[in-house]
């Protein structure tokens, strides 16, 4: 099994930053790509931005220019820097990794349980 922990969520006001972060342990050899998925009320999950193992990356249009992902390969974790934000960027934001395992050549697709990111004046 895979977790996946995010961290990093919580109220900000228009215009404010925030990190996130998700930390993925488990039983994996590596990880393929990473992703972070939102979800606002009443709308369905939406891809924020991914990133691969060797760093390309993917921006959703509404986020580019303000929001950045990286990674740490040798710690599993994956992060959002999220700047400039919008009130229409309140949602629970989800991390997703894609693991394959060498022993069993078994490749997994996780979902972490959701950090929520609400921006509020």
């Known amino acids: 099994q895979v977790q996946l922990v995010e961290s990093g969520g919580g109220l900000v006001q228009p215009g404010g930053s925030l990190r996130l972060s998700c930390a993925a342990s488990?039983?994996?050899?590596?990880?393929?790509?990473m992703a972070w998925y939102r979800q606002a009320p009443g709308s369905e999950r939406e891809l924020v931005v991914g990133?691969?193992?060797?760093?390309?990356?993917n921006y959703a249009d509404s986020v580019k220019g303000r929001f950045t992902i990286s990674r740490d390969n040798a710690k599993n974790t994956m992060y959002l820097q999220m700047n400039s934000l919008k009130p229409e960027d309140t949602a629970v934001y989800y991390c997703?990794?894609?693991?394959?395992?060498?022993?069993?050549?078994?490749?997994?697709?996780?979902w972490g349980q959701g950090t929520r990111v609400t921006v509020s004046s």
């Open positions: 997703n990794a894609v693991t394959f395992r060498l022993s069993t050549g078994a490749t997994s697709n996780s």
């Open positions: 488990g039983r994996f050899s590596f990880i393929n790509t």
């Open positions: 990133i691969t193992r060797d760093g390309t990356t």
